[in-house]
């Protein structure tokens, strides 16, 4: 298949959610049963239909809301898993951006902000499609700095235990796995090879072959990293991923969101299929993925074009095969991309 695509530029109403042209973007996709896609925005779960009208908007209960995967119980029922970090960037008076927690503007480091007790208790939370939370789970034990980024569940319906794996992107730069009940089963540092996670930024599991497993996005090490289910290193995939920050699959591909402004694509063997909308030369922008000026006021970036990516941080994929990207930065950007 070739890497053609009709693109939707700016496809969803971001300006009906309230406060989303405030707020800087930094989120995950995900994709009902009927099709509609799920975001986050100023702490709200928020639902787009596939032609991109705003279809629901949740209460305020997260402090920002990062990657999101939905799951269905036994029932049929869909639930989301939402890794939330537990603090946002929000805009200063002295037209800067900082780390905003409980509603402060008090301005700290991330480490500073998570481990002195100022932050929202960094958290991962289970919610209907509404945002409305049913269950969280515990901060992994003998963890001093937790700041989840990424949810993958082994899911039931699927065959699988009910397992939850947990990607410690922003923390302690660990993978946490907990049973079905939400009890902590183990806690990783990398593969079995010796090397470290360096922000693993996103969990997935790929079912394309015979036997599920799971992706991890080691982002500042500019690579993948699989295992087996139970946790078993399998191997690493370097030199064709920059930055990657979250997945999705469609058919035989796997779709690698990269926040260096392109989207990576795999085959099933992890071969390279190519790059679509690549613009990296953007990431070299004084202030990307905003615009910053003389005084260092921070707006949104005049450098956003069409049919080329600027920061992609969320993917997801519907049942009609059409792909959807959500980008960080202020105000945030999604992009659909209909198959030729």
Known sequence: MALKWVWHNNWADVAAVPGAS???????????????????HAGQV???????????V???????????????????????????PGFCMSPMLDGSWGITVHGSNDVKTLHDALSTGFAHSPRVVVTTLDGDIVQQLDTP???????????????????????????????????????????????MDGPEDG??????????????KASPELYVADRNNQRLVVFDMDGNFSRTIEGVCNSPSSFAVR????????????LAVLDVRDQLVGYVGENGDVCRVKGWPNAVDAHDRVSRSADLVDNRFHS?????????????????????????????
């Open 22 to 40: 405030e707020s800087w973007a930094h989120h995950g996709l995900a994709v009902t049963g009927i099709d509609e896609i799920v975001g986050v």
């Open 46 to 56: 928020v639902r787009f239909s596939r032609d991109g009208t705003l279809s629901f």
């Open 58 to 84: 949740g209460k305020k209960v997260l402090s920002e809301g990062h990657q999101i995967t939905l799951v269905r119980d036994e029932t049929g029922v869909e639930f989301l898993w939402i890794a939330d």
């Open 141 to 187: 034990p003998g963890v001093a700095f937790y700041a989840p980024t990424s949810v993958a569940v082994n899911e039931v319906r699927y065959g699988g235990t009910g397992d939850v794996w947990v990607a410690d992107g922003y923390g302690s730069s660990q993978l946490h796995r907990f049973d079905a009940s939400g009890a902590h089963i183990a806690t």
């Open 195 to 208: 090397s470290r996670f360096s922000c693993p930024h996103a969990v997935f599991i790929d079912r394309r």
């Open 251 to 262: 058919g035989d591909w796997m779709l690698i969101a990269e926040l260096n402004a392109r």
């Open 312 to 340: 992609p941080h969320g993917v997801c994929v519907d049942s009609a095969g059409n792909i959807y990207v959500a980008e960080w930065l202020i105000g945030g950007r999604y992009t659909k991309l209909v198959p030729q």
